[in-house]
T-cell receptor
Framework: DAMVIQNPRYQVTQFGKPVTLSCSQTLNHNVMYWYQQKSSQAPKLLFHYYDKDFNNEADTPDNFQSRRPNTSFCFLDIRSPGLGDAAMYLC??????????????FGSGTQLSVL | KNEVEQSPQNLTAQEGEFITINCSYSVGISALHWLQQHPGGGIVSLFMLSSGKKKHGRLIATINIQEKHSSLHITASHPRDSAVYICAVRSGAGSYQLTFGKGTKLSVIP
């Protein structure tokens, strides 16, 4: 049974048209992460939520925003997608943030195409 | 900043072969993850290690903290093992950031 669910699996949007990707989890984990993975590159952390506390990575563009209305759901909003934002977007969760011994649980990802 | 190096970058094996993928890192860590990513797919967490050795089915992961090195072994490889295997490290207690290796693309031929 999928524990971290991302929808949709594939998303196509137009240049400049806002798009929202969603992630839900049944694990009741405190921490949810959003990663961007471009073709043949390692995943790059965009931001994470620890409970309701939002933490933005320093180099995450302002074009990317996130919302976490409750423990189970987290959304990635791209306000004005550019061609360079085409990528796989991965959501992950972990029970806790610190300590170093937390296993990550990944969703299956949303492949975003920008036309 | 931790540098994570994986080798080999690409690996082709015949079905049934024993496979080893290596990961080295430059700075002390609190945990190391081995991840699997199928083409066009999301990431599956295989192992998380902070010391010693773990085994799950045909997969074995080892880590040597002193040498800053980890290996992922696949015994009796199968075409369904074809995927990209990624090593990722978490540097230091309290750090939530993962540093990812570039991955090893494994192709297992029937």
């Amino acid at each position: 049974d999928a524990m971290v669910i991302q929808n949709p699996r594939y998303q196509v949007t137009q240049f400049g048209k806002p798009v929202t990707l969603s992630c839900s989890q049944t694990l009741n984990h405190n921490v949810m992460y959003w990663y961007q993975q471009k073709s043949s590159q390692a995943p790059k952390l965009l931001f994470h939520y620890y409970d309701k506390d939002f933490n933005n990575e320093a180099d995450t563009p302002d074009n990317f925003q996130s919302r976490r209305p409750n423990t189970s759901f987290c959304f990635l909003d791209i306000r004005s997608p550019g061609l360079g934002d085409a990528a796989m977007y991965l959501c992950a969760t972990s029970p806790r943030l610190a300590g170093g011994n937390e296993k990550l649980f990944f969703g299956s990802g949303t492949q975003l195409s920008v036309l | 900043k931790n540098e994570v190096e994986q080798s080999p970058q690409n690996l082709t094996a015949q079905e049934g072969e024993f496979i080893t993928i290596n990961c080295s890192y430059s700075v002390g860590i609190s945990a190391l993850h081995w991840l699997q990513q199928h083409p066009g797919g999301g990431i599956v967490s295989l192992f998380m290690l902070s010391s010693g050795k773990k085994k799950h089915g045909r997969l074995i992961a080892t880590i040597n903290i002193q040498e800053k090195h980890s290996s992922l072994h696949i015994t009796a490889s199968h075409p369904r093992d074809s995927a990209v295997y990624i090593c990722a490290v978490r540097s230091g207690a309290g750090s939530y950031q993962l540093t990812f290796g570039k991955g090893t693309k494994l192709s297992v031929i029937p």
